[in-house]
Nanobody, 120 residues
């Protein structure tokens, strides 16, 4: 059993900052790609940012220059630092990870989601 637990969402004013955290736990051998998706009301879920085990990052065009994804591999944790937030960043943010378990399985695991609201 592997699970992701997120924290750090909330209400922030435009131009403000938030940091999301996501910790993986369970029978983990290795975590490959780990990152964040988001789903705004009435829209499809989209990838916001991700980082491979080797440190390669990928960002949606809409967040480049404002968001930063980074990992603490010793803690099996991924973070999303969000700066210069805009109302259009309002969404439920989901942690996502591609995990090799100790038993040899390869799983794609999702967190429960954390709401980020950007509003004055």
């Amino acid at each position: 059993q592997v699970q992701l637990v997120e924290s750090g969402g909330g209400l922030v004013q435009p131009g403000g900052s938030l940091r999301l955290s996501c910790a993986a736990s369970g029978s983990i051998f290795r975590i490959n790609v780990m990152g964040w998706y988001r789903q705004a009301p009435g829209k499809q879920r989209e990838e916001a940012a991700s980082m491979s085990s080797g440190g390669t990052t990928n960002y949606a065009d809409s967040v480049k220059g404002r968001f930063a994804v980074y990992r603490d591999n010793a803690k099996n944790t991924v973070y999303l630092q969000m700066n210069s937030l805009k109302p259009e960043d309002t969404a439920v943010y989901y942690c996502n990870a591609h995990i090799q378990t100790s038993g040899g399985s390869c799983l794609e695991v999702w967190g429960q989601g954390t709401l980020v609201t950007v509003s004055s």
